[in-house]
């Protein structure tokens, strides 16, 4: 059987029962109605049309009450049956109405007298069965042509006394594994599980068998739905004899002939078009590769390999240049109707292999055209398992039939497929290999969309990768813990980004931002508004002239784009975090006395790349232990919900205990990322506030005279030597020299400081009130001056300076030996 076709069915034997002499054995003529629960036909076959006399555009979408054969229809007023019209007889159980009306739970059955014009009464034999589940079908109904019954192989009718459509149970019968096979064919459009639901619930309400005369019961089991070569060769035999012996051909053998033919072509048309809608719904590779291959089996073939290029598996490039013995194919996917596992130790998913010269597989993807075996010989048997090292292939495709179809676009071979069919099956034949070639071309197009698709993906995944920063997990003060989840949906790289950069005053700046839209233009954006930040950031500028400056940039790169930015500087000496916002959602605070959390209330701000806005910063206090969570708005906004459940969940979920600050991350993404519909990609940023108390800080002020420089160096020595950090009281002190001599040299004022901070590392402050930020200079054997910052780029593990107030600071950190 096959959706939309010309559905046949063959009734087999009851266990010595005699039924061969009521010529009973032989194709039905099957037309497949499905009713939806509103009581219109929602598929109506291309048999029903046939049988009922009424075209599939008059039946979809019209009553079925109107169309099929039930009860109640009256005459017209010279006893002639009006068109269409039907007298039901011989039921079992309730008439066909009473199952239409939705009132049973159980199977129905039985035989209708039917009037259409330009033809004799049809006698009608009917099966409805109710439906229930989750779909819209309500209740499929299969019906037959009782005369096609009453005639023999050669037209001759037969006699018999009784016929009516029945039910048995589906084990009385072993075409029932055939059924229950087949069955899904004839249904329009649907899924696998809506399919294998609806064959269970057949199964389960009683098999369609017929009962004919002395009490014979014969299985209706359904076909392929074109006869078999058989079938066609004895009918071409009877054309032959009729012209030879001088007699018209009869009716049945032209007329059926030619129709056979265009149904066998129409067939052909319909199933790629079905295929054709059943793959390419997604963009993801992967699952293109597998719609592709369960789109053909078992319909058109048993068994269905798919082979692709080492390139399009990688998503890489177009493949160049015509495949050669040493191109890798790597098998992707195997669709078969054999018992499960048969064929998976022998030709597993994932394996890649080349194909020597002498193969069909290379013959097909050098020339790119179908190549077609009728049946695999031994002798090709033992060539193509040559390919397979200590498997032996052969028991699965020896004497089968195959076809091997190349998957290409614009006229390069991605892949192909290999065909097979059950040695019981048809062979492939000519029309089975236009058909494949067909269908390969739209699988082909279909893939290399898809293809593409991954390559700019990863392309754009990539640069996004590269642009962001891979965060220490310890900074002066703080622990940090990040997550970042790609989008859902198509176009799942965003502009999404999360920062950390160490200040000056052993002060951390936090960053969050979102550039908005998807792709690879947004993932530019962001690493241009990510880089500007660090920079403009490494100046030591407020949160509010950060933000400022960075709208003015965004305008300059263009008007295209907008994005969002939280930007907070935590100095743990002070307890205090400055934040500014730039239409970004707020951040979650979670005191660590009593653990709860809190939205922190900021001025909003516009988008960046609005222009010609004002920003805003505040100041929040803080305690050691207080967490701060960041985030994107892709965690917490989804379709169809109001942002504030998802900010509401974000709280509970960031005062949730946790081990770790990992494990306080997942538990955020676990909550917010389960409820469905994120389609956006997610930053996240959570840092733990430990502070710097007062016993791990050192301070002195000094007056701009040059005997001060020698006094910084005693003060230093003394505190690290307090602090047990002699180890590096040498170097510190040469240091420190250097840099306060450099202050007392260029003070304007009265006012130079140094501070000392012990963390994991040591660092050194030195400020100043001159504006003026100290250059490297190449300093040649003779000059008096220029040695003092080449020195601190040689000892330091990293310095810097940056503009602070009236003045400047210049920094330098130093590694602190191991704690034994």
């Known amino acids: 059987m096959d959706r939309g076709t010309d559905t046949g069915a063959t009734t087999g034997h009851g266990a010595g ?15 497949v109605v499905v009713v939806d629960r509103g009581g219109l036909v929602s598929h109506w076959s291309t048999g029903a049309r046939r049988l009922f006399g009424t075209t599939k555009d008059d039946a979809v979408g ?22 269409g019209a039907y007298s039901a007889y011989d039921a079992l159980g ?6 239409l009306d939705g009132q049973l739970s159980y199977p129905a059955a039985g035989r209708a007298r039917l009037t259409v014009p330009g033809r004799d009464r049809t006698d009608v034999l009917w099966w409805a069965y109710p439906l229930v589940g989750p779909g819209r079908e309500r209740l499929l109904v299969l019906a037959a042509d009782a005369e096609t019954l009453r005639r023999q192989d050669d037209g001759v009718a037969v006699a018999v006394e009784r016929i009516a459509p029945g039910f048995a149970l589906h084990t009385d019968f072993p075409g029932a594994e055939e059924l229950a096979r087949r069955l899904p064919e004839i249904l329009p459009s649907m899924s696998v599980g809506e399919s294998a639901r609806i064959v269970a619930q057949v199964l389960e309400l009683g098999y369609p068998v017929l009962e004919f005369s002395q009490n014979d019961r014969v299985p209706v089991t359904p076909d392929w739905g074109v006869p078999r070569r058989a079938e066609r060769q004895a009918r071409r035999e ?27 072509v129409r067939e052909r048309l319909e199933f790629l078009n079905e295929v054709s809608g059943r793959i390419g719904t997604s963009l993801d590779l992967s699952r ?24 399009v598996v990688a998503g890489e490039g177009f493949p160049d240049g015509v495949p050669d013995t040493t191109t890798m194919w790597h098998r992707v996917a195997v669709e078969h109707t054999d018992e499960p596992g048969r064929w998976d130790d022998v030709v597993p998913v994932g394996e890649a292999m080349p194909f020597p010269a002498h193969t069909p597989f290379f013959q097909c993807m050098t020339t790119g055209e179908p190549v077609l075996v009728p049946r695999i010989s031994e002798q090709m048997g033992h060539a193509i398992a040559a390919q397979f090292e200590k498997r032996d292939i052969r028991p699965l495709i020896s004497n089968r039939s195959m076809l091997v179809v190349p998957l290409k676009a614009r006229n390069v071979v991605l892949g192909f497929m290999i065909l097979l069919r059950h040695p019981e099956r048809e ?30 993906e990863n392309v754009a995944e990539t640069l996004q990768d590269s642009m962001l920063p891979q965060i220490e997990a310890h900074m002066a003060g703080c622990d940090i813990a990040t997550r970042y989840l790609p989008g859902t949906l198509l ?60 709208d003015d940039l965004a305008q300059r790169l263009g008007e295209h784009y907008l994005a969002t930015c939280l930007y907070a500087v935590y100095d743990p000496i002070a307890g205090e975090l400055h934040l500014a916002n730039a239409g970004h959602i707020p951040p979650v605070l979670v005191r660590a006395v009593d653990g709860r959390s809190e939205l922190l209330d900021l001025p909003t701000g516009a988008p960046i790349g609005v222009g010609g806005v004002p920003f805003e910063a505040v100041r929040v206090r803080v305690e050691p232990g207080d967490r701060l969570v960041m985030c994107t708005d892709g965690l917490v906004e989804v379709r169809g919900e109001d942002i504030g459940v998802g900010l509401a969940t974000l709280c509970e979920s960031a005062a949730h205990p946790a081990a770790s600050m990992d494990d306080a991350c997942d538990t955020i993404i676990r909550a917010l990322n389960t409820r469905g519909g994120r389609k956006d990609d997610v930053a996240l940023l959570m840092a733990r506030l430990n502070g710097i108390g007062p016993e791990d800080v050192a301070e002195w002020r000094f007056s701009p005279d040059p005997i001060e420089a020698g006094r910084a160096r005693a003060v230093v020595r003394e505190q690290l030597y307090v602090w ?3 180890a590096v009281a040498d170097t510190t002190a040469l240091l420190v020299g250097e840099l306060v001599t450099n202050a007392v040299r260029h003070a304007r004022g009265r006012r130079i400081e140094l501070r000392l901070v012990r963390g994991d590392t040591l660092q050194c402050e030195v400020y100043d009130d001159d504006p003026t930020l100290p250059t490297l200079l190449s300093a040649t054997p003779t000059d008096e001056f220029g040695r003092g910052l080449r020195v601190l780029t040689t000892l330091a593990r990293e310095w810097g300076t940056s503009r602070t107030g009236a003045g400047k600071t210049v920094w330098f950190e130093l590694t602190l030996p191991r704690r034994r």
Request: charged share 25%; hydrophobic share 45%.
């Open 62 to 83: 019209h009553p079925a009450l109107d169309l099929l054969p039930v009860s109640g229809a009256l005459p017209d007023e010279d006893g002639t049956p009006r068109y």
């Open 724 to 726: 047990g950090l002699d």
């Open 238 to 264: 009877r054309a032959a004899r009729a012209v030879a012996e001088g007699l018209p051909v009869p009716e049945d053998v032209r007329d059926e002939g030619e129709d056979l033919e265009y149904a066998a």
């Open 94 to 99: 309730h008439d066909l109405e009473t199952s």
């Open 491 to 550: 176009g799942r790289v965003g502009g999404d980004w999360f920062d950390s950069v160490k200040l000056p005053g052993a002060r951390t700046a936090l960053v969050v931002g979102d550039v908005m839209g998807h792709g690879l233009n947004s993932a530019a954006m962001m690493g241009q508004l990510r880089t500007a930040v660090q920079t403009m950031a490494a100046l030591d500028l407020p949160p509010a002239q950060l933000l400022r400056n960075l």
């Open 288 to 311: 293109t590769i597998v719609e592709v291959s369960r789109a053909v089996v078992p319909r058109f073939t048993d068994v269905a390999g798919t082979y692709l290029r080492e390139q």
């Open 427 to 456: 062979v492939f034949d000519d029309m089975d290999r236009v058909t494949g070639a067909e269908l390969a071309a739209r699988a082909g197009l279909v893939l290399d969309n898809a293809r593409m698709y991954t390559y700019q």
């Open 17 to 31: 029962d005699g039924t061969a002499e009521h010529a009973a054995v032989g194709r039905i003529p099957l037309a």
